[in-house]
């Protein structure tokens, strides 16, 4: 009785291909286009899928996702930025939108009619004669006015800071994070505004949210054991820049770096345990002292 030739085995995703190679997880036969590599030997699709799917993503040192590194959300910043200052020059159709305002000898544009729309004014006649304002109902300024600028050396000297400024904080915090001390330090400048100013004052500008930038570098980069020393002379002179040129919101500024310090401390040196839980408390603590805030002032405007 003769014995049967040995069968050639055959890849188990294409049956009419013959093999010799094996997957060193599952040790089906795999063809050479099914082979992928692994760190001993090769792997079929199927274990390369599973094993990706075991292995848990890659996080920073304060629990935010690693594609920070790509500066997405920094990108999409600046792009909307952008964006809003192009809608402004097209809204007022005046080469002034440019430069040539009142601000900074000239340099700074003028207000349009996009400004007058979104620009943090506590309650005021607007220039088509109605009554606005936060006061009034109009809360959405205190978000837009954080996407708003007045005249293109206002925009580039705001969107030069976020470019330096945000892709170093978003790898260290993640975009999620970053995200959310960018849009709450400008919140925070722009209701600091909003208690502070004249009540027909109107305030825009990216700076309110660069501010808490600064802040939040400084909190972070401690926190990490880095040196810091050289991002304080940059802020100082910023400051004293604040203090010093007329008709720049003071109050906008501060109120930026304060807030933007208080959610980077909040992100930084939330414990281990529960770290995210930490997290989004302390931000929703921070939203509704400012709630508070501008509630209070809403109803001083009014009596």
């Not at 920070?68 to 809003?84: D, E, P, Q, S, W």
């Not at 400008?186 to 825009?204: D, E, H, K, P, W």
Request: glycine share 14%.
């Amino acid at each position: 009785m003769s014995e049967s030739p040995p069968t050639t085995p055959v890849c188990y995703r294409h049956p009419g291909r013959e093999t010799y190679i094996r997957c060193t997880r599952c040790d089906r036969p795999i063809c050479p286009e099914c082979m992928r590599e692994a760190s001993v030997g090769h792997q079929c699709p199927e274990c390369v899928n599973e094993g990706r799917r075991s292995v848990r993503p890659a996080r920073t040192a304060f629990g935010g996702g690693a594609a920070g590194r790509h500066g997405y959300v920094t990108k999409a910043l600046i792009a909307l930025n952008v964006l809003f200052f192009l809608l402004s020059i097209a809204s007022a159709r005046s080469g002034t939108a440019l430069v040539g305002g009142s601000g900074l000898g000239g340099l700074m544009g003028s207000g349009t009619p996009l400004t007058d729309w979104g620009s943090v004014i506590g309650l005021a006649v607007l220039p088509d004669g109605t009554l606005g304002g936060v006061a009034e109902g109009q809360w959405y300024r205190l978000v837009t006015a954080m996407f708003l600028h007045y005249g293109v050396i206002h925009l580039l000297l705001n969107m030069w800071a976020l470019w330096i400024l945000g892709r170093s904080l978003e790898v260290n915090l993640g975009p999620l994070r970053f995200g959310a001390l960018y849009l709450i330090a400008g919140l925070g400048g722009n209701v600091a505004a909003y208690l502070f100013s004249a009540q027909n004052a109107a305030t825009a500008g990216a700076s309110t949210a660069v501010f808490g930038l600064f802040a939040a570098l400084i909190i972070v980069g401690r926190k990490l054991g880095r040196d810091v020393s050289q991002v304080l002379p940059i802020l100082v002179i910023n400051l004293v820049f604040t203090l010093t040129v007329p008709g720049i919101s003071i109050p906008g500024h501060l109120g930026g770096l304060v807030v933007g310090g208080a959610m980077a401390a909040v992100l930084a040196y939330a414990p281990r345990e529960r770290r995210s839980l930490v997290q989004v408390v302390g931000t929703a603590i921070i939203l509704l002292i400012l709630l508070a805030a501008v509630v209070f002032r809403t109803a001083q405007l009014l009596s």
